[in-house]
Nanobody, 124 residues
């Protein structure tokens, strides 16, 4: 099994920045794809960014491309999401997810393990 714990959420004004962290533990073989998703009230869960850890390939949703950066620490135990130029529409609960994957995916159904989430609120 894999355990994921997110941190770093909070409230910022539009244009500000936040960095989310996701600490992963457990079976490393089952978390070679690690991603960030978000879900706003009344909306479906949306993929934001993913990193395929064996080669550190990344992929982003169009809505965050150029503003968000996903990265991985050296021992592949923590995934970060650096969020810059935040907009009110980025307000959501942000979730870290992991799975044994073959490439980058932003489909929630492809992920087996999920964290509890961290709230991000951006005010105008």
């Amino acid at each position: 099994a894999v355990q994921l714990v997110e941190s770093g959420g909070g409230s910022v004004q539009a244009g500000g920045s936040l960095r989310l962290s996701c600490a992963a533990s457990g079976d490393s073989a089952n978390r070679n794809s690690m991603a960030w998703f978000r879900q706003a009230p009344g909306q479906e869960r949306e993929g934001v960014a993913v990193i395929f850890t064996p080669v550190r390939t990344t992929y982003y949703a169009d809505s965050v491309k150029g503003r968000f950066t996903i990265s991985l620490n050296n021992d592949k135990t923590t995934v970060y999401l650096q969020m810059n130029s935040l907009k009110p529409e980025d307000t959501a609960m942000y979730y870290c997810a992991a799975t044994l994957g073959t490439w980058v995916s932003l489909r929630p159904t492809d992920y087996r393990y999920w964290g509890q989430g961290t709230q991000v609120t951006v005010s105008s």
